[in-house]
C-alpha cells in the first residue's frame, strides 16, 4: 500500500492537518495521534494498523507519502534556480564528479534527503554520511535495504526511499 499525496500549499498549508486528513478521511483512522522524534520526522502513535508517512514541502505543493512501511519523501521544483557549486562540499568526491548540472544536482539531493528522511534523520547530521552511488544510497559503508524511486509529477521531481517499491505509486489530489 503506496500512495503518494499532493495539496496546493495555498489550500492545505499546514503538513500536520494535511496527515490527519488522510488518516481520517482515506485510512479511516479517526483522531489520530501524530507525535515527533527528535529530528522532527512524523510518526503516528495511536493506529491499530502501524502506517508510516514523510513530507515534503515545496515552494507551492505539498506531498505526502503514505506506507505500511518506514519512508521518505523528497521534492523540489524542477524550475528552481539554485546556485549549487556552494552546497557540492556537502557531496562525496565521487558525487560531485556526477554532479555536471542543476537536474544533477537536484537529483542526488532529492535522494539524499528522502534517504534523511527514512532515517529519521537530520540533514545536519547525515548528510556527508549519504552517499548516492550508481541507483544505490550508503550510509558510510553500508548499503541501505531501501529501492530509491524517483517520479516526475508536474513540474517536480521526486523521490522516495523506503523499503517498497513506489514505481507504480498512486498520486492523489486533496483534500479529498
Not at 26 to 55: C, D, H, W
Not at 131 to 149: A, M, Q, W
Amino acid at each position: 500500500m503506496e500512495k503518494i499525496f499532493y495539496a496546493n500549499k495555498s489550500i492545505e498549508p499546514d503538513s500536520e492537518t494535511a496527515i490527519k486528513r488522510i488518516l481520517s478521511e482515506y485510512f479511516n483512522i479517526k483522531n489520530a495521534v501524530i507525535e515527533r522524534n527528535e529530528n522532527g520526522k512524523p510518526f503516528l502513535m495511536n493506529a491499530q494498523t502501524p502506517l508510516f508517512f514523510s513530507v515534503s514541502h515545496t515552494d507551492t505543493k505539498l506531498f505526502i507519502a503514505v506506507s505500511d512501511e518506514n519512508v521518505g519523501i523528497d521534492a523540489e521544483s524542477l524550475y528552481r534556480n539554485v546556485d549549487y557549486l556552494p552546497i557540492l562540499k556537502r557531496f562525496t568526491p565521487e558525487e560531485r564528479q556526477q554532479i555536471r548540472s542543476v537536474e544533477d544536482f537536484l537529483r542526488f539531493w532529492v535522494a539524499k534527503e528522502s534517504a534523511v528522511k527514512w532515517l529519521g534523520g537530520s540533514l545536519a547530521q547525515d548528510l556527508r554520511k549519504l552517499r548516492y552511488t550508481n541507483g544505490r544510497l550508503f550510509y558510510g559503508e553500508i548499503e541501505l535495504p531501501v529501492k530509491l524511486v524517483f517520479h516526475t509529477f508536474d513540474t517536480y521531481l521526486l523521490a522516495v526511499c523506503s523499503e517498497r517499491d513506489f514505481t507504480g505509486v498512486e498520486f492523489i489530489p486533496f483534500p479529498l
